[in-house]
Every structure is written in C-alpha cells, then in structure tokens.
C-alpha cells in the first residue's frame, strides 16, 4: 500500500490555520520553545543532524547553510521564500492555507540559531488572500506571545518567475528590479540591505518546529537517508487525481502516479512525465520506478525541484509542450546576462519553427548547442535550467521531433 | 477612489516601499497612471526612468490605463495542456475584444499570465486576482456575469 504521510499537513482541516491558540492548542510552539532553550552551536547541530535539505530547489542542507552566518553581525535576517512560481507548483500555498503557523514558528526557530530578530516572508503577487492570510496569523501569534520579540513581515511580489531566485528576490524586497546579483557574496555573508540573510523555502521551514520536538533523529529516519523527511507533491496534467500529497522521500515516480494519482484517465497510456516544474526534464516511462528523492532524480538527469508533477499521456504533442515551455523562459528571462536573454529567444523560435513543420534536423543540434551554452553560461539557475526540458525530450523522445520535419 | 498621492505617502518610509506603493496604487485604480509613477519616484528619490524600469520588469504592475476588471488566462504547461486555448476563444467571443485588449466600456481587460498556483484545477483564469479553476468555455459567460 502506498503511503502519504501528513506531518506538514497533519492539521489540515482540523484547524484554523490564521488562530495560533489552535495551533498551540495542537501542539505547536514547543519546537520555539525548545529551541530558545538550546545553545546556539547545539541548536545549528540539531538541524544539520536531521538531514533537511532545502525543498525550494537546490537542495543545500539547511543547518549548514544557517552555519555560514557570521555571529558577529549587528543585523541579520530570516528570508522565506513564497514565490512559488513554477508552474504546476502550488504547495506552499497549501501549507500556508492549512498550516501557517508551521511556517512562522521554523522561521523564528531560525531567527533563535542565527540571532536575528526580523523575519520577511516574500509571497508571490498571485496570491493576495495567502498575503491576508500570513498577516492574520502574524498577528495571531505576536498576541499569543509565542513569537516573543521575533517579527515577520510580509512582502508582495510582483509577478516575475525570476524574483524566487534568492538574489533577485532580495532585490525585490529592496523594492528594485528582480534581477539575480552576482555570488560570491552569498545572502548568508551580506543578503538583504546588505545584512547576513538565511533565505529558504516555505516547506524547508515548516518542516523545523517538527524536527525540534521529535528530534533529529526521527527526521533522519523518514523516506530517502541522504533527502530524509517528507515532500509535497502536486500533481497536474492527465491524472486521475490531481491534487497533491505529502509522502516520504523515497517513494516512487511510479507510486506517485500510479498509486496516489489514481494513473491516467480514459485507459490511455503513460507518456512521460516533468517534475520539479517548467524547469523539469521530462522522464520516460523506463524511469518511473526512482524515488523522488533529490540525488535519485539526479541520477537520471532529473531535477526534484518544487516537487510538481506534470503527467502527459500517450496521446500529447510533447513538441508542442515544449515549444510553450520555451515561450515561458523568453517571458520570464530578466534579461541581465547574454546567455540567457538571447539564448531563451533563439530556444522558442527554434522550438516554434520546429512545432509549426518546418524545421530541420540542423535546429535539433542548434538546440542541443545552445542548451550546452546556457547550461555552463548563464548567471542564475533560470537560465541554466531552461533549457533541460528541451535537452530530456530530444534525448528521450527525439522520433517526436523528427515527426515534425516529415 | 483614494488619491494616489495619499498611497504613496503612506508607503513612504517603508524599507524598499516603492514595490508595495505600486500594489496599492493598482489595487485602487486597476493600473498604475502615469501622474502616479512620476510623483512615486519624487518621494522614494529615484528617477523616472528607475521608477518606471522597476514597474515595468514586473508583468503584475501595469504602467498606463486598462479596464476596470482585469482577466488573466494561464498559458504555462498544466494549463496549456487542460484547454486554456478553448477558454481564450470563449473569452474573446463573450467580451468581443482579442487578447491584450480591453472593452470599449473600459470594463474588461484580457490579459495571458504564467502560473498563478491554482493547478489543482486546470484550466484556470483569474479576474482582479481572484481564481477561477475548471474553467470552460461554457462557464465563461456565468464567471462575467459576476462583474457586468
Ligand atoms: C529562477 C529561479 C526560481 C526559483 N524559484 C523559487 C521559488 O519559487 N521558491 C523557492 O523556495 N525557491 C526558488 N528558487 C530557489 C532559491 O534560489 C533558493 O535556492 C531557495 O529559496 C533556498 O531555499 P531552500 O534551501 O529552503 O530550498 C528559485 C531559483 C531560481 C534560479
Ligand atoms: S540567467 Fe536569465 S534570469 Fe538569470 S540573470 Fe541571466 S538573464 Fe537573468
Ligand atoms: S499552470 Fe495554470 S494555474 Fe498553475
């Protein structure tokens, strides 16, 4: 039997997720607690020993980036990411609409191990209801006093895939244009206004008041050892149910769509599947029976990234399906560094021409170049990652691209 | 409606407020105008072309008059795949304007956007930001009943 496992969303529909007296009265705050009460240096051990890994993408082990922190510094801030602008991706609403709390608690548990005192959270333009939302259940929580003298404050954007980059997004929160800065310096060395900033996803942080009070041990312990704890997974495209669930690490691709999503309507066959978002390679069916887990979708050249799962059935025009992907990456290139600006361009009128009959085996190995280029060259990850699931169609699904040239 | 001036004002002294004076700008009037801009970047001490550079990198902000009622259609792939060009059709059929146009009324704008989080239930539009999901081109005309 497959199995979901709800810690994130254990309170789902049992609670009110604004109303931190119901929150506490389901046990929450005593990670805070817990964690106020412990060292610092015991504090970051705790995090780090529990294994989680960022669930905003990259995958970078949280305690370790929390260590990078000079303590020295005056000011220091807690970022959360709420971009969530990957199409297919909308699970960090739903931990918010059913668990804010979670998220505000594991900021603040942050704020303990870094010493800062102000957390932000930057919520995407698209969601002015999570923005209400957050604000009720900020205030809820400063009543209560669980969040003691920690302060978060809730920060718009604007519709620009690019600003969930940590960078851009700090940019943004400075009220510029989102563009990506140049690393080295990283957030954690000189972030926002210059200040040392930890920034991480949503369900990274709501993940931390549960480690606290059942120990880094029992995290460890949860699905895939080097990716432990659990992810949400949204499922979009041709699934019987679409929807999400939070499962363990290591369950299957082919659990997740099969067992979970219900498998495919109308008795159609599968035909391949992205995951992680737009940015997402697309996998074959031969690959369906690897975890979801972070360094598994790696060894097939597959990215776990937001954890979003777009299905496609036997009967779609994969080509036409990237051909849009690509227009995405034009639109949502910022534009700041030449491998991207002009590559994404070149990457959607290629990708057209060969959608609309008329392109040549030539534009495959264009493509490929190109992808080489963008991968190795471009600044921030938008541009390294668009051009993946051109590359994963035309290495697994190439005879749909040579369709289009007859 | 407020005066834009007041908006701004308000958002004065907030760290890296220029952003939050545009949401609440465009939340009152649909749209930015220009006037606001120009006095926008009077108070946080930039330039025009710094106030504009920084609306206008952000597809949410729009600089210039649009309709009362804004409709944003998703094109990113869950959506593209679930019909969204079905309901595009129906869109422009119902309002008998094309995409990036707005009524004669001034009443409706239509308007592509990429994902707006709302993938459990593909296709899905939005008007003035609020979701719309399942959508087709037989709902449409109920959906703009609301906000004839
Ligand atoms: C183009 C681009 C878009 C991104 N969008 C998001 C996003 O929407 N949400 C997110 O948490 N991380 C996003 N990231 C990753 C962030 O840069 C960063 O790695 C992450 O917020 C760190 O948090 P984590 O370690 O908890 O995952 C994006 C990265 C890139 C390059
Ligand atoms: S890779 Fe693309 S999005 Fe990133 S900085 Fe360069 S142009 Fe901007
Ligand atoms: S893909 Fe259309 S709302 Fe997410």
Redesign the pocket.
Known sequence: MTKEMPVLLANAGKINPTSAAEYIAAGGYQGLQKARQMDRAALLQEVKASGLR???????N?GM?WGFVPQAAPVKYVVC?L????PGTYKDRIICQNNAHALLEGMAICGAAISSQQGYIYCRGEYPFVVDLLRKAIASAKESGALGSFDIEVRMGAGA??C???TALIESIEGHRGEPRFKPPFPGVEGLWKAPTV????E?FACLPYILVNGASWFAGIGAPKYPGTKIVTLTGDINNRTFFEVPTDITLREVIFDLGGGIPGGKKFKAVQVGGTSGAFIPEKDLDTPIDFDSMGTIGAALG?GAVLVLDETRDIVDVVARISKFFEHESCGKCNPCREGTFRCREIMEKINAGRGNENDIENLLLLSRVMQKAAL???GQ?APSPIESTIKHFRPEYLQKMN | MADYKEIIKACKDVPGGLIEAYHAIQKEYSYIPEEALLEAAKVFKVSAAQAYGVATFYSYLKVGKRGKNVIRICASAPCHIAGADKVVAALEKELGIKMGQTTADGKFTLEFTECVGQCQATPVITINSTPYGDVTGEKVAAILAEYK
């Open positions: 960022g669930r905003g993408g990259a995958g970078f949280a980036k990411n971009d969530e602008g990957e895939y690019v969930g980059e940590e920034v991480n996803n949503v990274t937001s921030c990850g938008l990652a």
